[in-house]
Structures are given as structure tokens and as C-alpha cells.
């Protein structure tokens, strides 16, 4: 693996131009149950994997990339000094992220990108718990480091508060050279429409990311193609020039024998995706419930 190395970057290009000129590209799938089923316990450090156990870590990420995928993000969603703080690794931040993209820059070759995942805080400042200042700080430290390891870019995902997600943007843009794709998770409401958990609506969403800087806007978790179509449909409204990533579950988790399972087959996915790409998505894949199964049928799909 190239520490800091950009040699793939420079040989593939960037994300946004490849969209440019027509592509219509595909990420990976989950990373969280896929670790599950490798050993990881409740209440263990996901992103610790990437220093303790890499090539179980590695594994996830060739799965995706085999299947497929034009990119693959990393292990490193909780990697933020505020959520590290709870496994008392705080301090590891630098470490812990530039093992994650390390990791998935070496499953990604020269032909592919690493998208490196970067998640919420924890921390809102609705309530209080944090400074502008402190976010920007957090974000920035981890930002830097996944840039460090080998990533092309961020994806700062399952947002829901537009200052966070500002934050995360701004952090990324005034101290690396990383493309910036933000995403934000809805759920539907009574009448009909789609807010996040802070109230924060598509439109809203893709006018504040754009505005911060990020190069991809789009939306993760909570809903299956079917509702993605929708949103992306309002996102594309908002946004008209901007490219859109899209991570689907795997359709709405069902309980079954007190165990959730997501509906979608690979084969369903597969037959959804050109809605999805017709709705305005220029990025495709999937996120809780999906597999490199998943992956594989969207790809055919958009072949």
C-alpha cells in the first residue's frame, strides 16, 4: 500500500469527471453487517478492525470491489475523535483512519476510488454538546488522516443536521485535497414527504451542501430504491448540476422472529436501478441490508 500516495487519483481522475463525461458509477454495499458475520461483537470498536484484525477489513472491501464496484469507502464511519472517546481511543484517531484508508486503497487498484466514510458525531449543537469550532476540529483531524492513508475522497454520510454536515464539509475542503460527497438520511413522513430526524428536507439538503462545497450530495440509509427514487427526483430539482450518490437499503427492514431482514434481492435491486439512474442518481449502491451480491446486480444492470 502507497502511504499518502495519489498515484491512483492521478491515473483514474476524479470522481466528478468521470460523471461528466457519462459514467454512471457503482459503490459498495454495507460494511457493518458484513463485519458482523466476520466475528465483530456488539459493543465492539468497528473501526479498531482496521489495526487489529486488517485483513478481515481488507476482505470486506475486495468482496465489494470484485463484485464490481467502481469504489468502495472505508472502514471508518465512527472514526471521529467524539465516537473513538467511547472505546477510550480518542487519542488513536490518527492511526485508526489512516489504517481504514490504507486498507481500502489497496483493495481499489489504480482503476478504482476509495470514497472514505466519515459519520455524525454523536454531538448536536442544537443541544449545546459542541462548538462550530469543536466539529470543524473533529472532522478535520480525521479528514486529514484518510487523506494520509490513500483516499480519493469523502463521503460524509447519514447526515441530519445541516450544521454538522457544513462542518464535515468545510473541514474537508480547507485542509485536504479530497472530493466531497455528502449524504443525508430521510424517512417519510405522514403526508407524504421526506425530512431527516432534525427536519432537514432533500431540497434543503442538497442547497446546503452544494453551498458549503461539496462536489456530490445524495442520500444513505433508511429507505430502498423505491423511496430513493423519490428523493433523488427532489434532490435533482434543487441541485440540477450537481451529481448524486445514492446508498439504498435493502428495502424496509422486516422483523422476522425478532430478527430484522431486508426484503430486496440482489435481483430486485438490480431490476430498480435504472428508475433510480432516470430519477437524476449519477452514483449507485447500497447501504444496511445489502451484499456483494447486491452490488453485482446493480452493476449488470447498468451495463
Known amino acids: 500500500m502507497c502511504e499518502g500516495c495519489n498515484c491512483s487519483s492521478l491515473r483514474k481522475g476524479r470522481i466528478v469527471d468521470a460523471i461528466k463525461k457519462g459514467r454512471t458509477l457503482v459503490s459498495d454495499g454495507a460494511w457493518g453487517t458484513f463485519l458482523q458475520k466476520k466475528g ?100 478535520k483531524e480525521q479528514v486529514i488522516s484518510l487523506e494520509e492513508g490513500g483516499a480519493d475522497a469523502v463521503c460524509i454520510e447519514t447526515m441530519s443536521a445541516i450544521d454538522e454536515a457544513v462542518a464535515a464539509i ?21 403526508k407524504g414527504g421526506y425530512r431527516t430526524m432534525m427536519g432537514v428536507t432533500p431540497t434543503d439538503a442538497a442547497k446546503a451542501s452544494v453551498e458549503a462545497g461539496a462536489h456530490i450530495i445524495g442520500a444513505n440509509c433508511g429507505n430502498g430504491i423505491d423511496r430513493m427514487i423519490e428523493i433523488v427526483k427532489e434532490m435533482r430539482k434543487a441541485a440540477p448540476d450537481t451529481p448524486i450518490l445514492v446508498h439504498a437499503n435493502a428495502g424496509l427492514p422486516q422483523n422476522v422472529n425478532g430478527v430484522d431482514v431486508f426484503p430486496d434481492t440482489p435481483e430486485k435491486m438490480g431490476q430498480m436501478v435504472g428508475e433510480l439512474v432516470k430519477a437524476g442518481a449519477n452514483i449507485v449502491g447500497g447501504c444496511c441490508g445489502t451484499t456483494p451480491a447486491h452490488i453485482s446486480a446493480m452493476k449488470k444492470a447498468i451495463k
Do not use: Q
Open 40 to 139: 465483530l461483537k456488539p459493543g465492539e470498536c468497528p473501526e479498531l478492525w482496521c489495526v487489529t484484525r486488517p485483513n478481515d477489513v481488507l476482505g470486506v472491501a475486495k468482496a465489494y470491489i470484485d463484485a464490481g464496484a467502481d469504489m468502495i469507502e472505508t472502514d471508518s464511519f465512527g472514526g471521529t475523535s467524539y465516537k473513538l472517546e467511547h472505546y477510550g481511543l480518542a487519542n488513536r484517531v490518527s492511526e485508526i483512519n489512516k489504517a481504514a484508508a490504507k486498507i481500502s486503497h489497496h483493495a481499489a487498484g489504480h482503476e478504482n476510488w476509495v470514497i472514505a466514510s466519515v459519520g455524525p458525531t454523536g454531538k448536536m449543537l442544537a443541544m449545546g454538546d459542541v462548538t462550530e469550532k469543536d466539529l470543524y476540529n473533529a472532522f
Open 170 to 190: 468545510k473541514a474537508t475542503r480547507e485542509n485536504t485535497g479530497l472530493e466531497v460527497i455528502c449524504t443525508f438520511t430521510f424517512e417519510k413522513t405522514e
